[in-house]
């Protein structure tokens, strides 16, 4: 299982990278086209909603009540009972997602309202920040049917995966990147407001993403016709299980939706400041934590419908050691390095030293969470596989009240900033209590082995960081070239990438740390 699980990891992390890589150019087209001025908050904020909703029936509550059922009926071995299950869910999660669409898009005004209050209260007063309400109603409009589409590519992508054809999902988002791009690039010129090009490629790009799985589901055999089962047996199943699991695993998503409401009374920028910093977050969460976590739930569900829980805690240990493998120098990288990065990947045209300065700030703040984002996405499935979702909602409420407290208390001294602090330390009570209860129910306790592990991986990181402050040049920087400054950037991440991987082995990292001990 083991090798399975590092193979199909490694797909799904290469797919990840492409995807990741072209969604930084994507944002590198946009940083240029509207920097942090008040178009770029719009666009973000009218991106984020549907975005938001999206994680919640297509990858997030909807993929960890489905896989789990989805496992059990394809261990009957009974292809025509998976098809009947495939089209009843398909038939029911496709119009609820197509009526919910609509609403969006005839309601846009009263979203825009909902999370854009600041901008509302001034379009209410006469103020000019009205205008970015205006623009956000109209945006949504465009991009709320978005949600439609990707809800069913999610269901098409879930089905690949439980059949372990990783490659197909992770490659999907790469469609979307490169619709926004053509659209900024081509289609933006001949628009009044060059945001409206952005809204069109999200739109676009949900349809691509959804046509591009279909071939995959016909080879499959899967490709069937929808059809309403809202009282079948396993759609009665997976629903039951995905009502408490909106709130368990998109809780992250709440948070963030709850800053930008805070966010939209602060400065012009906040909002282009949080997204552009959350955006090189997403990165290595994307590449390490989601595509770990991406391959461990469906062989968790088969651990548990096989009923072999030691193997299913040495999955879960598995799938620790190597987010923490990951992640912790991620997260000293990404916080020691994160104006010089910025402003390599992003500053140019309209997108300045002052954004790149700002964006920063966020940046520092959202990477001391970046490990509990990740540890969240491995140990929530820890629960779904077993078709526990009320105990991760229960978490998820508490740490969703937290963060709102957080939030309120952080904002005031630190603006946007105490934004992703808060959101850092809501994620971090989210992964303690998730973990403690698992090692409390007697399903997992991290093992020797990984506790020694975690300890060298904490001590190459810290010596990796002492390098990457030692190379800093300070202000000097800045007045470099781009081209020097690439350069520059490139040497400190091989050099400390370098440090961190001889670090390792000095300290006793070997071949059987890889191994999961799985079934």
């Not at 991620?330 to 994160?338: I, K, R, S, T, W």
Request: aromatic share 12%; with cysteine.
């Amino acid at each position: 299982m083991s090798r399975k699980l590092i193979k199909s990891g490694l797909i799904v992390s290469i797919m990840t990278l492409l995807s990741r890589v072209l969604g930084l150019i994507r944002d590198v087209v946009v940083a240029r086209l509207m920097g942090d001025g008040a178009a770029a908050d719009v666009f973000f904020f009218a991106n984020k909603i549907p975005n938001f909703l999206r994680r919640l029936f297509a990858e997030g509550a909807f993929a960890q009540a489905f896989i789990p059922v989805l496992t059990e009926v394809h261990q009957n071995d009974d292809k025509q009972q998976l098809r009947e299950f495939v089209a009843k869910v398909s038939g029911t999660l496709g119009a609820i997602v197509f009526v919910v669409s609509l609403i969006g898009v005839v309601a846009s005004p009263v979203l825009a309202a909902l999370f854009g209050t600041g901008w509302f209260m001034a379009w209410l007063q006469g103020d000019e920040a009205g205008d970015k309400f205006i623009l956000a109603s109209t945006m949504l409009k465009i991009t709320f049917p978005y949600l439609a589409f990707i809800s069913l590519t999610g269901l098409a992508g879930a089905i690949l995966n439980t059949l372990n054809k990783f490659a197909v999902a992770a490659f999907t988002p790469v469609l979307l990147n490169v619709c926004i791009i053509i659209c900024a690039i081509f289609l933006s010129p001949s628009l009044s407001q060059p945001a409206y090009a952005l809204a069109w490629g999200v739109f676009i790009g949900g349809i691509v993403q959804f046509l591009f799985q279909l071939p995959f589901l016909f080879r499959a055999g899967l490709l069937v016709k929808p059809k309403w089962g809202w009282h079948d047996e396993n759609v009665v199943k997976v629903r039951t299980l995905m009502i408490p699991a909106l709130f368990g695993v998109s809780v992250g998503q709440i948070n963030l939706l709850f800053d930008t409401f805070i966010a939209s009374f602060l400065v012009t920028g906040s909002i282009s400041w949080l997204y552009y910093s959350d955006r090189l977050l997403e990165f290595p969460l994307g590449l390490f934590g989601i595509a770990i976590a991406t391959v461990i739930l469906p062989a968790l569900s088969r651990n548990h419908v096989s009923k072999n829980p030691k193997a299913f805690a040495a999955n879960i240990d598995w799938a620790f050691r190597m987010v923490c493998l990951l992640g912790i120098p991620a997260a000293v990288g990404l916080g020691v390095m994160a104006r010089p990065i910025l402003t390599v990947i992003f500053q140019r045209g309209a997108f300045t030293a002052e954004t790149a300065t700002m964006a920063s700030y966020s940046l520092t703040a959202y990477s001391f969470g970046l490990l509990s984002f990740m540890l969240v996405k491995v140990l929530a499935p820890g629960f779904y596989s077993r078709q526990d979702t009320k105990t991760p909602v229960k978490f998820g409420i508490w740490c969703m009240v937290s963060n709102m407290v957080f939030n309120v208390i952080l904002a005031i001294p630190f603006g946007y900033i105490g934004l992703a602090i808060a959101t850092s330390m809501s994620a971090t009570l989210n992964a303690g209590l998730l973990y403690f209860t698992l090692h409390k129910q007697g399903v997992f306790a991290l093992s020797r082995t990984s506790v020694l592990f975690i300890v060298r991986v904490i001590v190459a990181s810290t010596a990796m960081g002492a390098l990457i402050y030692y190379r800093d040049q300070g202000e000097a920087f800045f007045a470099l070239s781009l081209s020097t400054q690439m350069v520059e950037v490139g040497l400190t991440i091989a050099m400390s990438a370098m440090l961190f991987i001889f670090s390792m082995v000095v300290l006793g990292m070997r071949p059987r740390h890889f191994r999961s001990g799985g079934e």
